[in-house]
């Protein structure tokens, strides 16, 4: 069973910067798949960003390319999602999710077996 904890959420105003974190248990946390998804209010959970066990080549949803980075530390088994210029549309609940098998990232939802309960990230205007 893996178990993921979000922290680092908060109120920030557009243009501005957040980091928010993701702790999992597991002992073999560098070998999953983790990725970020979110849900604003009234709308569907959406792909945000994902990075495989290696690190390398992260994938990004169109609307934060250039804007967000996923990291992960193997380490302190936690992945972390810079937000940068962040903008009201980015406001909703971000949660992690984590896919055991960790060969490659998914931007479907179902391919995760594991979440977190999410932390909520409001940009003000």
């Known amino acids: 069973q893996v178990q993921l904890v979000e922290a680092g959420g908060g109120l920030v105003q557009a243009g501005g910067s957040l980091r928010i974190s993701c702790a999992a248990s597991?002992?073999?946390?560098?070998?999953?798949?983790m990725a970020w998804f979110r849900q604003a209010p009234g709308k569907e959970r959406e792909f945000v960003a994902a990075?495989?066990?290696?690190?390398?080549?992260?994938g990004y949803a169109d609307s934060v390319k250039g804007r967000f980075a996923i990291s992960r530390d193997n380490a302190k088994n936690t992945v972390y999602l810079q937000m940068n210029s962040l903008k009201p549309e980015d406001t909703a609940v971000y949660y992690c999710?984590?896919?055991?098998?960790?060969?490659?990232?998914?931007?479907?939802?179902?391919?995760?077996?594991?979440w977190g309960q999410g932390t909520l990230v409001t940009v003000s205007s």
């Open positions: 597991g002992r073999t946390f560098s070998s999953y798949t």
């Open positions: 990075i495989t066990w290696t690190g390398t080549n992260p």
């Open positions: 999710a984590a896919d055991p098998k960790g060969s490659a990232w998914y931007a479907i939802r179902n391919k995760y077996d594991y």
